[in-house]
């Protein structure tokens, strides 16, 4: 196993365990499938701590640029052939090569692979198409790591607090980064610190 993708899988186990947050949610492979272009079977070939088969680059590039289009056209409901226009202007190719890129039947040339970056909104650039997978995962893994930091909702910090219940009249209009805080000095006073009489 890659061991940079090795620490990430480490430290998100351990985040999960710290928050109490749910594996399935974090560790989806569909969902990490879909964020980074990568084969649902590579994905979790990965996470079991396999080495998935090499791909040759230019089917690599090909399958990610393909699912980055599905990923794409479902998030912004437009449609292949404004896509296909957009890459045959900023790429000066036909349209029917642009279409047959975006289609994952064509692989387009290296040197357009930054702009064909830019089109498709991928981070990282070029290297998003031709990054190990391992490096790709460990990317998108990361930024888990960073969005995990915080809590998303205030069902989350209970969750993380051990706090089954609550009344949320007064509270229901908290930021969950605010309710963070508030539960986190009930539990405070609640635990003095040690030596403290009780």
């Known amino acids: 196993m890659d061991p940079e993708l090795h620490e990430t899988l480490e430290r998100l186990h351990r985040r999960i365990e710290e928050q109490r947050l749910g594996s399935t949610h974090l560790l989806n492979p569909a969902t990490l499938a879909r964020t980074t272009a990568l084969p649902q079977a590579t994905v979790e070939a990965l996470l079991r701590g396999e080495t998935p088969e090499p791909e040759h680059l230019d089917q690599q590039i090909r399958f990610r640029v ?104 007064l509270h229901g209009t908290m930021e969950p980064d605010q309710f963070a805080q508030f539960i986190g000095r009930i539990v405070e006073s609640l635990n003095p610190p040690t030596g403290e009489k009780q």
């Open 66 to 169: 393909k699912a980055r289009t599905r990923t794409n056209l479902a998030a912004d409901a437009q449609t292949l052939t404004h896509l296909a226009n957009q890459v045959h202007r900023h790429l000066g190719i036909t349209r029917r090569r642009a279409r047959s890129i975006l289609n994952g039947e064509r692989t387009p040339e290296y040197d357009a692979l930054p702009r064909l970056a830019e089109i498709l909104r991928t981070e990282g650039g070029a290297e998003f198409f031709t990054a190990p997978p391992a490096q790709v995962l460990n990317r998108a893994l990361l930024a888990e790591l960073d969005q995990s930091k915080t809590p998303a909702t205030i069902e989350d910090v209970m969750r993380q607090h051990g706090v089954l219940h609550t009344d949320l009249r």
